[in-house]
């Protein structure tokens, strides 16, 4: 009864409740939670992926991106057409976790101080009393955020990036972890507000869900008749849980070639010819980090390139804006970057495999041997 | 993927494809031009090659003229788009055009509309043609009927060239047409297709593929990395690699300039000599490596035998032949009558047994001047003009063995010097003097032979011809276009000093009959070698048997004294005998000395022994009779070449198996998996799976494992585990965390640390992947990745072409620096000028 309500599409209800949790910034510092070890990591995880699985039928890759996305500390992107389960994957994976949850439906009239909160003036203190908006949750998720306002969308921006709220020239520091889940909504972009590049960027995967293959779809229909599947689904991990993973996530080991690995990636978004506007040095530091997150959910404790490749296309296709000619051939960005992967030369360290084809090009040159150059 | 992009696919690509088509038309203009001069240099190239074939450089100019202008036409036709079919026939038209335009001019219409007339003269053009062809050897003077021919060919050369790369679509296949024209050279000319006219051809024909990679017509040819610099350069370098490979990989290896087929012997199926000309044949039997056309014999003659075949007497013309005159001949029976009587004192009476073997001519070779012949089989008829002996129909005198009756005059010098008698009863043909004797010809018989009895003229003809100033040489002529007869080709000899028999023969021939002396030139075998063995002759009881081959072949000329009859002289140095009575008295030649060092094969031919040996072997194939110590020679030579040969097909196994034990016994153990995992790779890529660039360690393994490796819980079980844990052990060793820098990992979650990849456990892991590799592989699969390694092969190639590479490299580096210092350069210039303007 209690995640029922905390879940209810009612953003006062949800300010009421996570009033105390509005604390400034200054009062949360230092604070870092220890790592897990690797069994716990690996049962946890396990632990929720099973969980959401019961929720959702078929669809266990989107899940365990979510899981990644969660684990790597960044925010999540679902955009596919109406009722595939966007919102219901969103929602379980919060169900999953012991932590506080906030729906926010975007709607054109929903103002920015709806999201982040408002200062208000009590009469009998005599003083201004902030009360914080729907955006203070671990797990905040933001429907159709693509109907609302430009204004309203960007104060989304501060919190996705900083993981606080400014109101009135005070910072409050939004709880750990923190985790925004939107869906939005490819077709119907009459009267929306398409997300702009820059808050695209801010979204460390988007994905899509995608219909359901026919026997999932058949045992959606038989299982999910009488009642909403949610309500079986109870938490599993702890926030405090949540945490240590993150933590455990963040010791995961990067070596050097993995990361020459990972700029070389970036660099060839950025020389393709088929792109206007390839990968921004964030992304590529959302990349890593979901790179370690993969390979930590793989139980391993440092990443290979396959974790990148792994990533690459959820991480960066909703960043990268193809060529006018480009697109008129029929290339879409998942294309483009499946034909960078399928070119880039996979570096070892001291194996000295990717140094074959070492010959530098011109200045026109393709994303591999251009890449070369600059090993 | 997302539904995101609103628009319909279909509607997308139309849209697309629309400005597609539109560019495709734009690039139209630059691709026929392009692709008409690869063909043009390919086709000219390949021309170049016909030097030697034709002689001089005269005929290039109208072939050229023809190349140019055929793909000229054609890439104008394409260029304005028009359809494939009128391209081609365009092609013809313009062939025919401008061919009567350079050989026709007189009988067609305003210079190159073909008329009734310009058949009739084609006609006689292709005759022409063709009488060259069949009489004439190479290299043959560029006459208008060859030249004529030779543009026609090599006109629809590029036409067959171009219809394969562009309209057939088949490139690769265009190459076909290119090498219809170097066969002709590579038969033909002893030097084969030569330098430059290779160089070119291939260029040409790398041009002609790259064309028709690059502006690919439609999109079946166009892959979406041809245009990519990368493939570009690939593609260029593995093309010069491959051409300066072959180019210089011949002169490196010695054997390749000398050999059978390529090296100018003329291809002939019908044996060495088919007596067609034996004339056409005598410089190819001399440079013959092998010694075929073995003839032995058996005489009891005491001086050394020349076996006479034909002789020729006819010196007018381009080429000379012998004439058969087949009205006159008589049928081989009873005694053959020179018809004109000797009145030297002694007549020698010669007994010769001989037996032809594998030679096969019309002509019977025997010794000179024959009076009866036995045993043999077929028609055969003589001359009373020349005593030459023919078969008629298809009688040869392949594996004839007969027995001759000779009688020769004693001859001395005393006697020739006394015949000073004119000259009579002797046919026309022999005193003729042919029309247009050059007059270099006329000019060194006046100066030489001086004057004095005929024996005197001819014995001052053959002086000259000895001395110091000429030097025998079979391969001179070839180099100087000169390798035939005629009587431009002797006079080329006597301006150069150096040539064969043929050209000595024929010099001293034609000086004779300028001097007024009946000659002809005599044509057959120079006295050859003991075999060693004896062969018993009826009634003159075992004669020592003599053995000649192609390599003896030889011409020499034959000179009529009244009262004498002919006698034969031998103005070549260096080769046959010198007759008793033809040395002179002052230099002490010793004439038995048998002197055949022709220095074609040095050491091929064993050296000639003065002696017959002493232990009588019986006579082995063509080996002659060295003795055992030169003979070991080539034996170990051969033995040498085997286990080089063996060495060398042997060597990528053999660098194989020494890059794994090295590679499984490292001398560091903690280098052992990486070294594991590079043996992997290589044994994965000598199975035909080589690593892509872009793949991960694991893509490659499940790669490795789904493709090469059977059921993972059936019996290549371990292999499985093998891949995997020596992937495993790899990721970990290139990605993990370094060991030692942090002693979590070694203690993380019960895994073993890197240090379990010791060498013992990553070797019994690669061989027992190898094992399943091998069960799972077929049979040219197993013996590729035993023999002939792929990784082995690839490192070779990347080693060859390293050097390439790096001067590329220098190339482009340079170049970009001059063209980044030449825009400071221009603006500098820009600035003088502001600066002078502002001054004046």
Redesign the interface.
Same mark, same amino acid.
């Given at each position: 009864m209690e995640s029922h309500r905390r879940t209810a599409n009612d953003v006062s209800a949800a300010n009421r409740t996570l009033a105390g949790l509005a604390d400034p910034v200054s009062h949360l510092n230092g604070h870092r939670p220890a790592a897990m070890d690797a069994e716990g990591f690996h049962a946890a995880t396990q632990r929720i992926l099973s969980s959401v699985n019961t929720v959702i039928d078929g669809k266990s890759d989107a899940a365990r991106l979510a899981l990644t996305v969660l684990l790597a500390q960044g925010h999540l992107l679902l955009e596919d057409v109406p009722g595939v389960g966007k919102t219901l994957l969103a929602k379980t994976l919060a169900r999953t976790i012991d932590c506080t949850v906030n729906r926010i439906q975007f709607t054109p009239d929903l103002l920015p101080s709806d999201v982040t909160g408002v200062s208000i003036y009590n009469q009998s203190s005599r003083l201004f009393e902030f009360r914080p908006g729907a955006v203070f949750a671990n797990i905040v998720i933001g429907d159709e955020i693509n109907r609302a306002s430009a204004k309203t969308q960007s104060a989304l921006l501060e919190c996705m990036e900083e993981h606080q709220v400014t109101v009135d020239g005070t910072s409050y520091r939004l709880d750990e972890p923190f985790m925004v889940v939107a869906t939005q909504n490819p077709i119907e972009m009459e009267g929306t507000y398409p997300l702009p590049e820059a808050q695209r960027d801010r979204f460390m995967a988007r994905i899509s869900m995608g219909y359901p293959d026919k026997d999932a779809e058949i045992e959606m229909l038989e299982t999910h008749q009488a009642t909403s599947p949610l309500t079986r689904v109870s938490a599993v991990v702890t926030s405090a849980e949540v945490a240590a993973m993150i933590t455990t996530v963040q010791q995961v080991y990067v070596s050097k070639a993995v990361k020459e690995y990972t700029v070389s990636l970036g660099r060839a978004t950025r020389e393709s010819p088929l792109l206007r506007l390839g990968a921004s040095p964030r992304s590529l530091l959302q990349l890593l980090r979901a790179a370690k997150a993969t390979a930590a959910l793989d139980a391993r404790d440092f990443v290979l390139p396959d974790d990148v490749v792994h990533v690459a296309e959820a991480v960066l296709a909703h960043r990268i804006i193809l060529d006018r000619k480009a697109a008129g051939s029929g290339e879409t960005p998942h294309s483009v970057l499946r034909g960078i992967l399928s070119r880039l030369p996979v570096t070892s360290e001291g194996a000295g495999t990717g140094t074959r084809n070492a010959a530098p090009a011109g200045r026109t040159a393709a994303p591999v041997t251009g890449l070369s150059r600059n090993q | 993927?997302?539904?995101?992009?609103?628009r319909s696919?279909g509607a997308? %690509?139309q $849209?697309?494809r629309r400005?597609?088509q539109a560019a495709a038309r734009h690039r139209v203009g630059a691709y026929p031009w392009a692709m008409a001069g690869a063909i043009a240099v390919a086709v000219s190239g390949a021309a170049l090659s016909l030097n030697g074939v034709l002689r001089g450089w005269g005929w290039y100019w109208p072939v050229l003229t023809t190349v140019v202008v055929v793909s000229l036409t054609l890439a104008a036709l394409r260029s304005v788009r028009a359809q494939p079919l009128l391209v081609t026939a365009g092609g013809f038209i313009s062939l025919g055009a401008i061919l009567t335009l350079t050989f026709f001019r007189s009988s067609s219409l305003a210079g190159f509309i073909p008329t009734a007339g310009t058949l009739v003269e084609l006609n006689r053009l292709i005759r022409r043609a063709s009488e060259t062809v069949l009489s004439e050897t190479a290299p043959v003077a560029p006459n208008v009927g060859i030249v004529m021919v030779i543009c026609a060919v090599l006109g629809l050369a590029v036409i067959l060239v171009d219809a394969l790369a562009v309209p057939l679509g088949i490139p690769a296949a265009s190459g076909v047409g290119l090498l219809a024209i170097l066969v002709v050279p590579a038969m033909i000319k002893p030097q084969s297709v030569g330098f430059w006219g290779f160089a070119f051809t291939v260029a040409g024909y790398l041009a002609v593929l790259a064309c028709s990679q690059y502006f690919a017509p439609s999109a079946r040819f166009q892959t979406d990395?041809a245009r990519?610099? *990368?493939q570009v350069?690939r593609a260029v370098l593995t093309g010069s690699v491959a051409l300066a490979a072959t180019l210089v990989v011949p002169m490196a290896i010695p054997g390749f300039d000398q050999g059978t087929f390529p090296q100018g012997s003329r291809l002939n199926p019908w044996g060495t000599s088919t007596g067609l000309n034996p004339m056409i044949t005598l410089g190819n039997s001399l440079r013959t490596p092998d010694g075929s056309g073995r003839i032995t014999y058996a005489t009891n003659a005491s001086t050394p035998l020349y076996l006479r075949s034909v002789t020729v007497d006819h010196f007018d013309g381009d080429s000379w032949g012998p004439d058969d005159r087949d009205a006159s001949r008589l049928p081989l029976g009873g005694r053959i009558d020179p018809g004109y009587t000797v009145l030297a004192d002694e007549q020698q009476r010669l007994v010769t047994a001989i037996d032809a073997g594998s030679f096969t001519s019309p002509y019977l070779p025997a010794p000179y001047a024959p009076e009866s012949v036995r045993g043999l089989s077929g028609r055969w008829t003589w001359d009373p003009a020349t005593l030459s002996i023919k078969g008629s129909d298809t009688t040869t005198s392949r594996r004839q063995e007969y027995l001759v009756t000779s009688t020769a005059p004693r001859l001395t010098a005393g006697l020739l010097a006394q015949s000073s008698a004119a000259v009579q009863g002797i046919p026309e043909d022999f005193t003729r003097i042919p029309g247009n004797v050059p007059d270099i010809v006329r000019s060194t018989a006046d100066t030489v032979a001086g004057t004095g009895t005929p024996y005197a003229k001819a014995m001052a003809i053959q002086k000259y011809l000895r001395s110091a100033e000429f030097t025998y040489s079979l391969q001179s002529p070839v180099q100087g276009g000169y390798d035939g007869n005629g009587l431009s080709v002797l006079a080329d000899f006597l301006e150069q000093k150096s040539g064969y028999c043929i050209h000595y023969a024929s010099a001293m021939a034609v000086m004779a009959r300028l001097e007024g002396i009946p000659s002809r030139i005599a044509v057959g075998y120079a006295p050859g070698r003991l075999t060693g063995a004896t062969v018993s002759v009826a009634g003159q009881g075992a004669l020592p048997e003599y053995e000649v081959d192609a390599r003896d072949a030889h011409a020499w000329p034959e000179l009529y004294f009244q009262g004498l009859g002919w006698v034969p002289f031998e103005p070549t140095p260096s080769r046959g005998v010198v007759p008793d009575y033809a040395t002179e008295s002052s230099t002490a030649a010793a004439p038995d000395a048998l002197d055949n060092n022709d220095d074609l094969l040095p050491d091929a031919t064993p050296a000639p022994t003065p002696a017959p040996s002493a232990t009588a072997l019986p006579a082995p194939g063509g080996g002659g009779s060295a003795d055992p110590g030169v003979q070991l020679l080539p034996w170990l030579l051969v033995a040498c070449s085997v286990l080089g040969l063996a060495l060398l097909m042997a060597a990528p196994r053999l660098i194989r198996a020494g890059m794994r034990a090295r590679r499984l016994r490292p001398q560091d153990p903690a280098n052992a998996v @990486?070294l594991g995992?590079?043996e992997l790779?290589d044994l994965g890529t000598d199975f035909g799976l080589p690593?892509g $660039?872009?793949?991960? @360690?694991?893509?490659y393994s499940a790669r490795l494992r789904g493709a090469l490796l059977g059921d993972p819980d059936g019996l290549d079980r371990a292999a499985h585990q093998a891949v995997a844990a020596l992937t495993a052990g790899?990721? %970990? &060793? $290139?990605?993990?965390?370094p060991s030692g820098a942090?002693p979590?990992?070694a203690a993380? *979650?019960g895994q073993p640390g890197p240090a379990r990849g010791t060498g013992g456990a990553v070797a019994a892991q690669i061989a027992a992947v190898e094992s399943s590799l091998q069960a799972n592989a077929g049979l040219p699969r197993r013996l590729q990745a035993a023999w002939i390694p792929p990784s082995v092969m690839g490192r070779l190639g990347r080693l060859l072409a390293a050097p390439f590479?790096a001067t590329? &490299?220098f190339l482009r580096r340079t170049a970009k620096a001059a063209a980044r210092s030449r825009p400071g350069h221009s603006r500098q210039g820009a600035g003088d000028g502001v600066r002078r303007h502002s001054g004046g």
């Open positions: - | 993927m997302t539904a995101a992009p609103t696919p997308s %690509r $849209s697309g400005p597609e990395s990519s610099p *990368g350069k @990486p995992w590079r790779l690593p $660039s872009s793949e991960t @360690p694991r893509a790899f990721e %970990r &060793h $290139s990605y993990g965390r942090d979590e990992a993380d *979650g590479l590329g &490299h």
